[in-house]
């Protein structure tokens, strides 16, 4: 059973930076893509960062690119989402996801990620 468990969203002010880990079992962690995402309310899933399973190649949404950096440990099975500078409309549950896919068929649709973390809450306040 594939599980991804999501943690380090909290209260923050704008301007600070946070650090979100996802830790991922029930998988070969190095035969999965690694994606995050973020919903606010009334406002469909947003793909923000994703890093390939074969390699260390990174693509960001352009929403946040310059504020984003996307990680991974293998040897912990987890991935890492590093925002900095951070809005009031950054404001949402950030979503760890995981995929098969490659860099030759790479999306940024939720769809094409099968798997799941429950979210952790992220709310930056002005």
């Known amino acids: 059973q594939v599980q991804l468990v999501e943690s380090g969203g909290e209260l923050v002010q704008a301007g600070d930076s946070l650090r979100l880990s996802c830790v991922a079992s029930g998988l070969t962690f190095s035969a999965f893509s690694m994606g995050w995402f973020r919903q606010a309310p009334g406002i469909e899933r947003e793909f923000l960062a994703a890093?390939?399973?074969?390699?260390?190649?990174?693509h960001y949404a352009d929403s946040m690119k310059g504020r984003l950096s996307i990680s991974k440990d293998s040897t912990k099975n987890s991935v890492y989402l590093q925002m900095n500078s951070l809005k009031p409309e950054d404001s949402a549950i950030y979503y760890c996801a995981s995929t098969s896919r490659t860099r030759r068929d790479f999306s940024t649709q939720p769809v094409h990620y099968p798997y799941w973390g429950q979210g952790t809450q992220v709310t930056v306040s002005s």
């Open positions: 890093i390939l399973r074969s390699s260390d190649w990174t």
